[in-house]
């Protein structure tokens, strides 16, 4: 491909201030500043991840350059998540893409969160030979705020085949975490003691929803109850049993997710499955994913640092999109909800 183009990745949609630099679609820096001040809040608060994105843009810029060894006027394009997020987050990073495009007189491009999080199979990386997935594949996209199954037929095209009808995955995971009393998010920490724990001990039912679609909201329910019944037998239920609780949560959740994907695979006939989004580092997700590929599914798991919010996945997006000269004006505006795809 005879194109030269340097592109950087403006990532602000929730609580990771992320900045990226690409060169011909390598990813030359990829910097991540997180916001450790909402764990004591059990959650994200807005207010405070605005805040914390106007402090962190301009160090995490300097650095994102510093590593790539570019100057800023050697970028060719900014690309920026529009959303969906969090509005207040969002104006952050679309107010300082829109001052660097009118300061640099580079176009802006924006990109759908969604749409990063499913192109981050396709950071790419100096010297390291990766396999790409191939189009068409199903995405399972699973993070705090999402948990949808697209159909992905080209960087361009996409459409969402089932989405939840309540709970995203990563809320499963987070509100369950804050009834067992750990700090937010608790995605990981359920994920780091399930490791010792025995995933069968405990059965938590799994939702009837019919088609594509999914909801968690129930196994959060019920995981509250199972907690609530026992205490009354057991003051110390949850200290005695919290690895194999743990473990046996998240192993149903686990299974939701491939049993939908499964069904995604029959009922389209597309037999590759990409992992996506926060909740996609989960060990115990991965381990049952991999264990399609004896189904004769190909599945690509990302890379662990590429599944959390990340500007290198926006980076790629906007190499996409200049490739097809989609840039955009500056009066866009960013939207909380999804509304793209
Ligand atoms: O994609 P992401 O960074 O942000 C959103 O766009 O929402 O995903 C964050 C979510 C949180 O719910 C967090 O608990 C979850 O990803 N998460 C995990 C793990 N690592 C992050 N959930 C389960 N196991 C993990 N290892
Ligand atoms: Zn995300």
Same mark, same amino acid.
């Given at each position: 491909?005879?194109?030269?183009?340097?592109?950087?990745?403006?990532?602000?949609?929730?609580?990771?201030?992320?900045?990226?630099?690409?060169?011909?679609?390598?990813?030359?820096?990829?910097?991540?500043?997180?916001?450790?001040?909402?764990?004591?809040?059990?959650?994200?608060?807005?207010?405070?991840?605005?805040?914390?994105?106007?402090?962190?843009?301009?160090?995490?810029?300097?650095?994102?350059?510093?590593?790539?060894?570019?100057?800023?006027?050697?970028?060719?394009?900014?690309?920026?998540?529009?959303?969906?997020?969090?509005?207040?987050?969002?104006?952050?990073?679309?107010?300082?893409?829109?001052?660097?495009?009118?300061?640099?007189?580079?176009?802006?491009?924006?990109?759908?969160?969604?749409?990063?999080?499913?192109?981050?199979?396709?950071?790419?990386?100096?010297?390291?030979?990766?396999?790409?997935?191939?189009?068409?594949?199903?995405?399972?996209?699973?993070?705090?705020?999402?948990?949808? @199954?697209?159909?992905? $037929?080209?960087?361009?095209?996409?459409?969402? *085949?089932?989405? /939840?009808? +309540?709970? %995203? =995955?990563g809320e499963a995971f987070d509100k369950g975490a804050k009834m067992l009393k750990f700090d937010y998010p608790g995605g990981p920490i359920i994920d780091?003691?399930?490791?010792?724990?025995?995933?069968?001990?405990?059965?938590?039912?799994?939702?009837?929803?019919?088609?594509?679609?999914?909801?968690?909201?129930?196994?959060?329910?019920?995981?509250?109850?199972?907690?609530?019944?026992?205490?009354?037998?057991?003051?110390?239920?949850?200290?005695?049993?919290?690895?194999?609780?743990?473990?046996?949560?998240?192993?149903?959740?686990?299974?939701?997710?491939?049993?939908?994907?499964?069904?995604?695979?029959?009922?389209?006939?597309?037999?590759?499955?990409?992992?996506?989004?926060?909740?996609?580092?989960?060990?115990?997700?991965?381990?049952?994913?991999?264990? @399609?590929?004896?189904? $004769?599914?190909?599945?690509?798991?990302?890379? *662990?640092?590429? /599944?959390? +919010?990340? %500007? =290198?996945?926006?980076?790629?997006?906007?190499?996409?999109?200049?490739?097809?000269?989609?840039?955009?004006?500056?009066?866009?505006?960013?939207?909380?909800?999804?509304?793209?795809?």
């Open positions: 491909m005879n194109i030269n183009v340097t592109i950087l990745g403006i990532e602000t949609s929730c609580d990771d201030t992320s900045i990226a630099i690409s060169e011909n679609n390598i990813l030359l820096s990829n910097v991540i500043a997180n916001q450790d001040i909402h764990k004591k809040y059990g959650g994200v608060v807005p207010e405070l991840a605005s805040r914390s994105h106007q402090t962190n843009i301009i160090p995490v810029l300097k650095e994102a350059l510093y590593l790539a060894k570019k100057d800023i006027k050697e970028i060719d394009a900014i690309a920026f998540t529009l959303g969906p997020g969090l509005l207040g987050s969002l104006l952050v990073g679309t107010s300082f893409a829109k001052g660097l495009s009118i300061a640099l007189n580079k176009p802006l491009i924006e990109i759908n969160h969604i749409q990063g999080h499913v192109l981050s199979h396709y950071v790419v990386e100096p010297a390291k030979e990766k396999e790409l997935p191939p189009f068409p594949h199903l995405c399972l996209l699973i993070s705090g705020g999402h948990t949808q @199954l697209i159909t992905v $037929n080209s960087p361009y095209e996409m459409y969402i *085949i089932g989405t /939840t009808i +309540d709970d %995203a =995955a780091n003691i399930a490791r010792n724990g025995n995933a069968y001990k405990f059965n938590f039912p799994k939702p009837n929803v019919k088609g594509l679609d999914f909801s968690f909201s129930g196994i959060k329910t019920s995981l509250l109850y199972f907690i609530r019944d026992n205490l009354k037998n057991n003051a110390n239920f949850i200290e005695e049993n919290l690895y194999d609780i743990c473990a046996s949560y998240q192993r149903v959740i686990a299974e939701i997710l491939v049993e939908k994907a499964v069904l995604a695979v029959k009922q389209t006939g597309i037999n590759t499955i990409t992992l996506s989004g926060g909740v996609s580092a989960n060990s115990e997700i991965r381990k049952q994913f991999l264990f @399609l590929k004896e189904k $004769n599914i190909n599945v690509f798991l990302p890379e *662990i640092k590429f /599944t959390t +919010d990340n %500007a =290198a996945m926006i980076a790629v997006a906007g190499f996409y999109k200049y490739l097809k000269s989609a840039f955009c004006n500056l009066n866009v505006s960013p939207y909380a909800k999804f509304n793209l795809l």
